[in-house]
């Protein structure tokens, strides 16, 4: 969802520069009210462009805006909008954009109308009869975003500390459990592989049974070691000049024994102008891998078709991108690229997003998964300053899963594969 992520498109900070522009939903239905929020916004700040007012006149069409991949920063809410009503309309909005500042205004001037729209998430409460007071609404546009962008950052910055302790913690634990089990584990598998070659000689029917029962569950206790023993080994990168398209052929050359064994078909669409990046090739091979497992084993009951593909974020897709703007500076790259892995199952379902990075978090069924595989993949991607991005998509459905990362200021074009089908039968 565009708006739910912890993101505004402006900030009170000049980038670059230039003065951001602050972009505004004015869900009111008659339009020379958002004229006239426009004319006021104009007037109390010194830039009017500074300001875009888009004018939404019914719900819809705000839940289709935040929906969208597009960053707004404020909401100006008429209370009166059409349906559904009153503080209604803006618990319904406030649940589409926990983060996103909302200033209500109202033709009645009540406190307790007041008191109640600000306790069910308004971020301020205008009376119409304000309105028109030099550089109100400016005013308050500026302070509820501020105010919002301070209240996130000390969250973020929470978050952050509480999530490096937690991985830290379970870093130390994953490395020393992978440690003490591994080796008798590896003593057991020894002995059960032995153990199956006698099967041919055993009357008993269920002795076969038993014995692949075993294998299976050793085989499962040795997958969940070696996702501990990579979760723990992610704080060590060999950064190399490289090609990502070289990568993702590589990637899928590795797991054709398993796309093939599950029909799968895998669509390459790698772009051939993407210019070589820096990054740790083993590391890489690691995400493209988990992912493309991951897809695999969502489409359990469907077609079962993986896309990959590679292209160079363009200037107006940055332009219109806050948080790929945020990326640019963080990685000080001119250029951006992107890895894109998309697949035709059942998508995410209900979870949010940043749940799936947690670690021995799952949605697969008992049995199929670590729960490691997307926590692993985070720590690779924030290790290479990376962003990572999912959402559900339609038709056809399926979840498409992007990792943004930047380019050194200079690098070479690599010549990639050309565009292909691989089919697995």
């Known amino acids: 969802m565009g708006n739910t992520a912890p993101i505004f498109a402006a900030s009170m900070e000049c980038v670059e520069g230039r003065v951001p522009q602050i972009t505004v939903i ?9 004229h006239s929020f426009q004319e006021q916004l104009d007037f109390g700040d010194s830039l009017p462009e500074h300001f875009r007012v888009i004018h939404m006149p019914d719900f819809e069409m705000v839940v289709e805006a935040l929906n969208s991949e597009t960053s707004y920063d404020v909401i100006l809410l008429d209370l009166l909008l059409d349906a559904p ?16 500042p909302i200033i209500v205004f109202s033709e009645v001037n009540d406190m307790d109308l007041a008191i109640d729209a600000l306790g069910r998430g308004a971020d301020d409460f205008l009376p119409r009869e304000y309105i028109d007071y030099p550089q109100l609404v400016a005013r308050s546009v500026f302070t509820v975003i501020e105010r919002r962008k301070q209240d996130l950052d000390k969250r973020v910055l929470q978050d952050q500390l509480i999530q490096a302790e937690k991985l830290d913690s379970l870093g130390r634990i994953a490395a020393g459990v992978a440690h003490e089990v591994k080796n008798p584990l590896a003593t057991v598998q020894m002995a059960m592989a032995y153990i199956s070659t006698l099967v041919p000689d055993v009357e008993d029917p269920q002795f076969g049974e038993a014995c692949e029962l075993a294998t299976t569950a050793i085989n499962r206790a040795s997958e969940i070691i070696s996702g501990m023993v990579d979760f723990s080994r992610n704080d060590c990168v060999a950064i190399k000049n490289g090609s990502l398209n070289d990568v993702v052929v590589k990637s899928v050359d590795l797991l054709r024994y398993e796309i093939n064994k599950n029909k799968t078909t895998v669509h390459l669409n790698l772009d051939p102008s993407l210019p070589a990046s820096e990054f740790d090739i083993g590391k890489m091979e690691q995400i493209l891998i988990n992912l493309i497992r991951n897809s695999i084993q969502a489409m359990q009951s469907c077609d079962k078709v993986i896309h990959l593909s590679t292209f160079v974020v363009s200037p107006e897709k940055r332009e219109n991108s806050p948080w790929l703007q945020e990326l640019a500076v963080k990685t000080g790259s001119a250029t951006l690229i992107a890895l894109e892995i998309r697949d035709e199952g059942p998508g995410i379902g209900d979870q949010k997003p940043a749940a799936l990075f947690e670690p021995f978090f799952t949605t697969k069924r008992i049995g199929e998964g670590t729960g490691l595989g997307l926590s692993v993949v985070m720590q690779i991607v924030s290790r290479h300053n ?18 943004y990362f930047g380019v050194p200021p200079v690098t070479t074009t690599l010549s990639p594969p050309e565009t292909q089908t691989l089919m697995k039968t």
């Open 26 to 34: 004015c869900a009111v239905k008659a339009e020379e009210d958002c």
């Open 85 to 100: 009503e009153g503080v209604d309309t803006l618990e319904n909005l406030r649940k589409l954009a926990p983060y996103l």
């Open 386 to 403: 990376g962003l990572i991005r999912l959402k559900n998509m339609k038709n056809p459905s399926g979840l498409r899963t992007r990792i």
